[in-house]
């Protein structure tokens, strides 16, 4: 599976973004989808997990409320939609894809887009 991520860019405190991640590849629908950012300096960190059905959803605590993943199958496209951003939101973003599934461990997943970076002005 080969991810390719986008939608990054430069966003006012408040404003919205939506990532996209497009995989290749026929199993995508097999997989579970995550997205984790890094910022400067800092660790890897999750922030949203969807099931290969798409049916369950999981968010970081800092995120819940503000941020909706979601996913076509039919597109092999997973998305993320950021609402009401922070400052500290600023990160590059990874789209990851996990074969075994429920993890939010950086570390068990198997496939990894490039990253898309998302800048939030104060």
Same mark, same amino acid.
């Given at each position: 599976? @080969?991810? @390719? !991520? &986008?939608?990054?860019?430069?966003? @006012?405190?408040?404003?919205?973004?939506?990532?996209? &991640?497009?995989? $290749?590849?026929?199993?995508?629908? +097999?997989?579970?989808?995550?997205?984790?950012? @890094? !910022?400067? /300096?800092?660790? =890897?960190?999750?922030?949203?997990?969807?099931?290969?059905? /798409?049916?369950?959803?999981? #968010? !970081? $605590?800092?995120?819940?409320? =503000?941020?909706?993943?979601? =996913?076509? %199958?039919?597109?092999?496209?997973?998305?993320?939609?950021? %609402?009401?951003?922070?400052?500290?939101?600023?990160?590059? #973003?990874? &789209?990851?894809?996990?074969?075994?599934?429920? $993890?939010? +461990?950086? *570390?068990? *997943?198997? *496939?990894? /887009?490039?990253?898309?970076?998302?800048?939030?002005?104060?």
């Amino acid at each position: 599976v @080969q991810l @390719q !991520a &986008c939608g990054g860019g430069l966003v @006012q405190a408040g404003g919205s973004l939506r990532l996209s &991640c497009a995989a $290749s590849g026929p199993t995508f629908s +097999n997989y579970d989808m995550g997205w984790f950012r @890094q !910022a400067p /300096g800092k660790e =890897r960190e999750f922030v949203a997990r969807i099931s290969w059905s /798409g049916s369950n959803t999981y #968010y !970081a $605590s800092s995120v819940k409320g =503000r941020f909706t993943i979601s =996913r076509d %199958n039919a597109k092999n496209t997973v998305y993320l939609r950021m %609402n009401d951003l922070k400052p500290e939101d600023t990160a590059v #973003y990874y &789209c990851a894809a996990d074969w075994e599934g429920g $993890s939010h +461990n950086p *570390y068990e *997943y198997d *496939y990894w /887009g490039q990253g898309t970076l998302v800048t939030v002005s104060s």
